[in-house]
């Protein structure tokens, strides 16, 4: 079954970004983005995850084309069945780590998974405030949070950026467990092509907009 399907996806700002971009990602199938800085990995991602209506194209999220639907529809596909890990990590800072993670698992009505907590070591740091922790700490927080509330697509935006090589083989381990155990899909944006390989599906942009 496809979860994710892109056809002829093209994007411009000032100038273009990428042309007819097409792919599909089924159960189990995962996919990198690699690429130059500002070659728009990160505009492709958020046209993907529901974010920002391409300039043309279609993107079928569970065979719905998402831009097509209410704006209500759209949220809720955003709030209840993806993931989003962002390059910047949006925590709310005055809250604690838990808390943060509970706000996801309470829309969801999931359960924060303590399992989880303790595979991406963030156990001793649950309850302190988000500003007092690492930036790979709220890194692997912003992970959680996206893990508990159990999406279908995960879009990960350079989810190991922040981490040191060791950490960010585990964090990849736990994103490439999840998604065969739950039959999901992965898109990740990463400037790591060790770790882009580790993906069954390969897309490199490039500034001028080609795609490979
Ligand atoms: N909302 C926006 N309005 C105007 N231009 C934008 C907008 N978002 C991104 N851009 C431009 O589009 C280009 C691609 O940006 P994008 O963030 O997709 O790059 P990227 O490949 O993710 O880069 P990086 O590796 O640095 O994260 C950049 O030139 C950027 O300035
Ligand atoms: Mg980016």
Redesign the pocket.
Known sequence: MSLLEIKNVSHS??YP?FKNVDFTLCEEETMSIT??????????MHICSTLLEPNSGHVTIFNKDIYKLPNKKLINIRREEIGIIF?THYLFRGFSANENIELSTLMTKNEIDDELLDKLKIKKVINQKVGELSGGQQQRVSIARVLAKKPKIIFA??PTGNLDPTTANEVMKILFEYISKIKGALLL?T?DDKLASKCLYKKR?SINGLIG
């Open positions: 700002f000032d970004l690429g130059v800085s500002g070659s728009g990995k990160s505009t492709l390059q935006d350079e944006v400037h942009l």
